[in-house]
């Protein structure tokens, strides 16, 4: 099992950027796939970033590509989702989720969530 704390949420303005992590504990996370998802109010729960556990696989949805970067950082036990050119409809409940697999894992159920950050874009 892993234990996930994500930070680094809060307002922005639109078209700015932002940075949130996640901190994980356990000792499986260097053999977990790693992801973001948001979820935004009335919406379901969406995938926003994926990333294999060496961190040489990755994938973005349509809506961030190349504003969005994931990356992680084994060494300390953290995922990063780098946010740039931030739009409202980016405004969401951000949240990390750990795979039970190593593997870039884009629909298959991740087994561990943090508990949320909250990122708010507007003017």
């Known amino acids: 099992q892993v234990q996930l704390v994500e930070s680094g949420g809060g307002w922005v303005q639109t078209g700015g950027s932002l940075r949130i992590s996640c901190a994980a504990s356990?000792?499986?996370?260097?053999?977990?796939?790693m992801g973001w998802f948001r979820q935004a109010p009335g919406k379901e729960r969406e995938i926003v970033a994926a990333?294999?556990?060496?961190?040489?696989?990755?994938y973005y949805a349509d809506s961030v590509k190349d504003r969005f970067t994931i990356s992680r950082d084994n060494s300390k036990n953290t995922v990063y989702l780098q946010m740039s050119s931030l739009k409202p409809e980016d405004t969401a409940v951000y949240y990390c989720?750990?795979?039970?697999?190593?593997?870039?894992?884009?629909?298959?159920?991740?087994?561990?969530w943090g508990q949320g950050t909250q990122v708010t874009v507007s003017s």
């Open positions: 990333i294999n556990w060496s961190g040489g696989s990755t």
């Open positions: 989720a750990a795979a039970r697999r190593s593997g870039l894992t884009v629909t298959l159920p991740y087994d561990d």
């Open positions: 356990g000792r499986t996370f260097l053999t977990s796939a």
